[in-house]
């Protein structure tokens, strides 16, 4: 089925490991990314690739890396986890940025920093 | 910096009864403006896009409304049902910006 597909559905971490956050998307969709949402906070925007090559930050960019080396696939890597980072995490892709188009989400990651 | 509020954040209604959900944005240079549901422990799925040039849109029982200049948008949802209980979520782009979201319960 055509969508947003994430990996893993739920993480376990320590304090101080790394990891990556899969996402692949199969609608060759230019535009993703990623957002973590915490309870009563709405979803908030931590990095965004409007194609192959480029990135860029969102709102809530510090301890994550990404990277857009294929239009499917977009990454968000974790390089020192903090407790602080424990949250859910979604992918989301769109034809463009905005405009004429809505947006298709990944079901999401759930992860716990301990 | 795009704000967008949603009020309430929960509401709870007898089966039968219209929903009214309230979603404002502070920066009226939007691109669209979608509704999404979420169930607990889920991820989103898209209910409605309204296009900036669009002043409402349609699906089955549910119509969302859109008023750029005065930054607010509506989703009636008609004749509710049990099923219909989880959080709606609107979002402006052209970056989304999401608001908190309203929890719904629908009570047979």
């Known amino acids: 089925n055509a969508g947003v597909t994430q990996t893993p559905k739920f993480q376990v971490l320590k304090t101080g490991q790394s990891m990556t956050l899969q996402c692949a998307q199969d609608m060759n969709h230019e535009y993703m990314s990623w957002y973590r949402q915490d309870p009563g906070m709405g979803l908030r925007l931590i990095h965004y690739s409007v194609g192959a090559g480029i990135t860029d930050q969102g709102e809530v960019p510090n301890g994550y890396n990404v990277s857009r080396s294929t239009t499917e696939d977009f990454p968000l890597r974790l390089l020192s986890a903090a407790p602080s980072q424990t949250s859910v995490y979604f992918c989301?892709?769109?034809?463009?940025?905005?405009?004429?188009?809505?947006?298709?989400f990944g079901s999401g990651t759930r992860l716990t920093v301990v | 910096k795009q704000e967008v509020t949603q009020i309430p954040a929960a509401l709870s209604v007898p089966e039968g009864e219209n929903l009214v959900l309230n979603c404002s944005f502070t920066d009226s240079a939007i691109y669209n403006l979608q509704w999404f549901r979420q169930d607990p422990g889920k991820g989103l799925t898209s209910l409605l896009l309204?296009?900036?040039?669009?002043r409402e849109q349609t699906s089955g029982r549910l119509n969302a409304s859109l008023d750029k200049s005065s930054g607010r948008s509506t989703l009636y949802i008609a004749a509710s049902q049990p099923g219909d209980s989880a959080t709606y979520l609107c979002?402006?782009?052209?970056?989304?910006?999401f608001g908190a979201g309203t929890t719904v319960t629908v009570r047979a």
């Open positions: 309204i296009q900036s040039s669009q």
């Open positions: 989301a892709s769109s034809p463009s940025q905005g405009v004429d188009w809505g947006y298709t």
């Open positions: 979002a402006v782009s052209h970056k989304l910006s």
